[in-house]
């Protein structure tokens, strides 16, 4: 039987994401315009017997989540530009010690405490290099409700399989909208924990390949486990910062182990780009006024396709390719100065002209806006 | 209302009147009709006091661009709500608002109707607190298409059980005053002013940020 559409709040169906994941455990301190998810789940946790707690800031949230992982229970933060600043030490902490976990993302205006209200994509960049180091990272960025919610299972899924931090990184705009929608659980495929195939006495000796990542055995677990920041030996787990060698090999695995997976993690939503001239790049709200302009300018007889992030980290350097190999122009706009339009640019390398479309005082770029740009371009098109 | 059936309303009012509830309830009642919806809204960092606004956009048609730039209905709860977003009113869109806390002035092109949405609610219901759902009551006797049924339904699932009957009647209360400013009926406090006219309409202010070239143009 179809499951009735009920009004949601995308804040809300990440934290019905995260449940109907398996997440079992948030840590948290609240923030605009991420509140909702920490409100939500302080009373649906202890529904599904698991644990909610509020802590004093978001490094202790951060910490927690790590040591709820650790202990075999799927985890889950929810915080905003601030708290996200805070947390991205221990971010690090678990990409090095390999600890799967979901950080939520609400991007608002910043810097500092910014417009607290109101929606950008200002951490986009700092969702994949805001810690320290060489590390790879597993960014999503929900467009709708609906993926709000998918978008949340699917972190944890990855977050298991690849045993990583993965972001979901949503904004004001998406995490406040509400939308009719219906939250199909009995749909969703879930990753399990369980345990590495081999013998508790071989772990030592059993490791990881890039087509075969062992899970994490929890603590308690027959398994010796060891989790730590420094950089370690992958085949004992032992502390080793005297051997170049074996940081090396530690260092390109945790990059590689994501890299090398990178068509079975990156999605992205093409729409009419086989026959585009125009092209745009937008991820998160603001695809949603890229794709009203592009509606509108197919109306006018213009030929615009749109490209849209789902996975925004690793970039999807595979279908820029493909679009730039046959549009003129590719429009980047974003709720920032540039951060993905670089990206993009690096990707095309000048096979097509890349334009970037700002904003950054906290409202949402329009389709006009994006309209006048496709003008424009058209135009200089049309000139030549 | 445009072919694919888009409806674009406005609720706006100051922080604390209720403004997001009544306009998440007429999200629901939508939703509820059948139709696509999506709501936003815009809200300043105060817990009272402040502008705040939240929009609704219906429509028979899957919903891109999820905010309101000109409503075919505005509902303004305050002066300042009034002062600032009655203008971002379509040609030929009605504004609604409350008789007893805004003085208007004559916007050209709109339809204004003022009713006693604070008064009714202190007066007639007893509680204040509802004077944002007998000013949805009313707001929903515009649109035709929406059962009040709907309406009703939306009101009884968002509000505490102890406070459904109390809601309900606020409903009511305002379709009533609709209902009676329609027929011509003298209400105490409201005011009705229609549009002698459609002027044009001035475009809403949205300057985008000017940023230096593209770093392929430079």
């Not at chain 1, 979901?168 to 939308?179: I, N, P, Q, T």
């Not at chain 1, 772990?203 to 486990?225: A, K, Q, W």
């Not at chain 2, 922080?15 to 815009?42: F, P, W, Y």
């Amino acid at each position: 039987m179809p499951q009735p559409r009920k009004l949601v709040q995308g804040n809300e169906a990440v934290a019905e994401g995260a449940i109907a994941a398996g997440a079992r455990f948030f840590a948290g301190y609240p923030i605009t315009p991420s509140t909702e998810i920490a409100e939500i789940l302080s009373r649906r946790m202890p529904e599904v017997g698991g644990s909610f707690l509020q802590m004093e800031d978001e490094i202790a949230s951060m910490g927690a989540v790590i040591g709820a992982s650790l202990a075999g229970v799927k985890a889950l933060t929810a915080t905003s530009g601030p708290g996200f600043s805070l947390m991205q030490e221990l971010i690090g902490y678990a990409a090095m010690a390999q600890v799967p976990c979901v950080i939520v993302d609400v991007m608002r205006g910043g810097p500092s405490t910014g417009l607290p209200t109101d929606p950008s994509q200002g951490d986009v960049m700092q969702s994949r290099w805001g810690t320290h180091g060489e590390h790879s990272m597993i960014v999503l960025v929900p467009s709708t409700v609906l993926e709000c919610f998918t978008l949340t299972v699917d972190a944890f899924n990855l977050s298991e399989q690849y045993r990583t931090p993965v972001i979901v990184l949503s904004d004001a705009m998406v995490g406040h909208m509400r939308e009719a929608v219906a939250l199909r659980v009995e749909d969703l495929r879930l990753a399990r924990r369980g345990e590495p195939d081999c013998d508790p006495d071989e772990y030592d000796t059993v490791v990881s390949t890039l087509d075969h990542i062992l899970p994490r055995p929890d603590l308690g677990s027959r398994f010796r486990v060891h989790a730590t920041g420094l950089v370690y030996n992958r085949r004992s787990g032992a502390v080793d910062t005297s051997d170049p060698e074996v940081a090396a090999d530690l260092g390109l695995y945790l990059r590689e182990k994501i890299y090398h997976h990178r068509d079975a993690i990156v999605r992205v939503e093409e729409v009419g780009t086989e026959d585009a001239e125009i092209g745009l790049f937008a991820y998160g709200s603001v695809a949603r006024s890229a794709r009203a302009a592009m509606k509108a300018a197919r109306k006018k007889g213009v030929r615009v396709g749109l490209l849209r992030p789902i996975t925004l980290w690793p970039f999807p350097t595979g279908a820029v390719d493909r679009m730039a190999e046959h549009v003129e122009t590719i429009i980047v706009p974003e709720m920032n100065i540039r951060q993905m339009a670089w990206e993009v640019q690096a990707a095309v390398a000048g096979r097509a002209k890349v334009v970037d479309l700002g904003r950054v005082d906290g409202r949402l770029i329009t389709p006009a806006q994006i309209e006048e740009l496709i003008d424009r371009e058209v135009d200089h098109l049309r000139a030549r | 209302m445009a072919d694919d059936g888009r409806l674009e309303v406005r609720v706006s009012g100051s922080g604390g009147q209720g403004i997001l509830l009544a306009a998440a309830v007429l999200a629901d009642a939508v939703a509820a009709a059948g139709r696509e919806v999506v709501q936003t809204q815009s809200y300043g960092p105060e817990a009272r006091g402040g502008a705040s606004q939240a929009e609704v956009i219906a429509s028979l048609e899957e919903i891109d661009y999820p905010e309101v730039d000109l409503a075919d209905l505005s509902l303004c709860l305050s002066q300042a709500a009034f002062d600032k977003y009655a203008r971002l009113t379509r040609a030929g869109g009605l504004v609604l608002y409350d008789s007893g806390l805004v003085d208007e002035m004559e916007i050209p092109g709109r339809r204004l109707r003022g009713l006693p949405f604070t008064d009714t609610a202190v007066h007639d219901l007893g509680a204040k607190v509802v004077t944002n759902i007998v000013s949805l009551g009313a707001l929903c006797a515009f649109v035709p298409w929406l059962p009040p049924d709907a309406v009703d339904g939306a009101v009884a699932a968002r509000v505490p059980a102890r406070f459904k009957d109390l809601n309900l009647r606020a409903l009511e209360a305002g379709r009533r005053l609709v209902e009676l400013a329609e027929a011509g009926i003298a209400i105490e406090g409201a005011e009705d002013h229609d549009a002698r006219g459609a002027a044009p309409v001035a475009e809403a202010e949205d300057r985008p940020i000017e940023c230096e070239p593209c770093a392929d143009e430079r």
